[in-house]
């Protein structure tokens, strides 16, 4: 792991069957651990980062450049904190008409 707050090895194995978070855009999560890892892409082969939420709700990961840079400061936060965090979902449309997921501490 790159980067994590109250994420174990055994929550990283377990997040493989991780749930995108992109099904879950305009909730709230009441997240309880997070972290960013690295995974080679299986097509690619390629090395890419993958962030990592644990919740109430169940686990779930993004490999978005957005999300990613938000849950990095959402780390930060949480450890100077020491407690788990409500984070909304957030889903926006780009100039070009892509739709792309934010974090937001709530």
Same mark, same amino acid.
């Given at each position: 792991?790159?980067?994590?707050?109250?994420?174990?090895?055994?929550?990283?194995?377990?997040?493989?069957?991780?749930?995108?978070?992109?099904?879950?855009?305009?909730?709230?999560?009441?997240?309880?651990?997070?972290? #960013?890892?690295?995974?080679?892409? %299986? *097509?690619?082969?390629?090395?890419?980062? &993958?962030?990592?939420?644990? !919740?109430?709700? +169940?686990?779930?990961?993004?490999?978005?450049?957005?999300?990613?840079?938000?849950?990095?400061?959402? #780390?930060?936060?949480?450890?100077? %904190? *020491?407690?788990?965090?409500?984070?909304? &979902?957030?889903?926006?449309? !780009?100039?070009? +008409?892509?739709?792309?997921?934010?974090?937001?501490?709530?």
């Amino acid at each position: 792991m790159l980067k994590s707050f109250n994420f174990s090895k055994k929550d990283e194995i377990n997040s493989v069957s991780a749930t995108p978070l992109q099904k879950v855009k305009g909730q709230t999560l009441h997240v309880t651990g997070a972290a #960013i890892t690295v995974r080679v892409d %299986e *097509e690619t082969k390629e090395e890419r980062q &993958v962030a990592l939420l644990a !919740s109430d709700q +169940g686990t779930f990961t993004s490999i978005s450049g957005t999300v990613i840079k938000g849950l990095d400061l959402i #780390i930060d936060y949480m450890t100077e %904190e *020491e407690a788990a965090v409500d984070v909304k &979902v957030n889903a926006s449309k !780009s100039n070009a +008409g892509r739709e792309f997921i934010t974090l937001e501490l709530v």
